[in-house]
């Protein structure tokens, strides 16, 4: 199972919006919705943030969203901050019954 | 509150063994799915394995399938992960992640890891 596509680096300025793509196939994003988005800063253990999709854990902020159209899943954030700088990882269920990730995006917060 | 802490990482030679064990706390393990996910310094994340609340399913990923075992003592409220043939490549941070449900492999929980290196 190949890992999901994601861009391995993104950056924006404080207030504004960044969208992360992760593309999969039909055999993962395509077919399930089982979609979930990961945070991770250095040194620390990820933290769920979107699941299902475009579900969020409680206590997660509303600034972050997701979506999904066709093999390809997107995480929003809106009213970007310096606490956003961190890695995300995608991940998605597969045909296989099995989980894959996608490689990563390290957000920059210029 | 729910909290994992694994344990049992370490340094091993290229073929040799190790047993990780992740003891949870504020739940109970027998109602959910637990999974294995480990992190190669400096890369990214990686699904090792998933057992089934139950105990009944498991799975692995490609990379491991054969060498690994996960199990589970709901006595000790504990999984494990037992890795036998070590490559370099196993290398990694491992984590072990808490399912949402019973295999719906979205992880709500994580430990902070614990740290196996494979060398000479």
């Known amino acids: 199972q190949s890992a999901l596509t994601q861009p391995a680096s993104m950056s924006g300025s404080p207030g504004q919006s960044i969208t992360i793509s992760c593309t999969g196939t039909?055999?993962?994003?395509?077919?399930?919705?089982?979609v979930s988005w990961y945070q991770q800063h250095p040194g620390k253990a990820p933290k769920l943030m979107i699941y299902?999709?475009?579900n969020r854990p409680s206590g997660v902020s509303n600034r972050f969203s997701g979506s999904k159209s066709g093999n390809t899943a997107s995480l929003t954030i809106s009213g970007l901050r310096a606490e956003d700088e961190a890695d995300y990882y995608c991940s998605s269920y597969t045909s296989s019954s099995t989980l894959v990730f996608g490689g990563g995006t390290k957000l920059t917060v210029l | 509150e729910v909290q994992l802490l694994e344990s049992g990482g370490g340094l091993v030679q290229p073929g040799g063994s190790l047993r990780l064990s992740c003891a949870a706390s504020?739940?109970?393990?027998?109602?959910?799915?637990m999974n294995w996910v480990r992190q190669a310094p400096g890369k990214g994340l990686e699904w090792v394995s998933i057992?089934?609340?139950?105990?009944?399913?498991?799975y692995y990923a490609d990379s491991v399938k054969g060498r690994f075992t996960i199990s589970r003592d709901n006595s000790k409220n504990t999984i494990y992960l037992q890795m036998n043939s070590l490559r370099a490549e196993d290398t990694a941070v491992y984590f072990c992640?808490?399912?949402?449900?019973?295999?719906?492999?979205?992880?709500?929980?994580w430990g902070q890891g614990t740290l196996v290196t494979v060398s000479s």
């Open positions: 992640a808490k399912d949402r449900g019973n295999y719906v492999i979205q992880f709500d929980s």
């Open positions: 057992i089934s609340s139950s105990g009944g399913t498991t």
């Open positions: 504020g739940f109970t393990v027998s109602t959910y799915a």
């Open positions: 039909s055999s993962d994003i395509g077919d399930y919705n089982s």
């Open positions: 299902d999709v475009n």
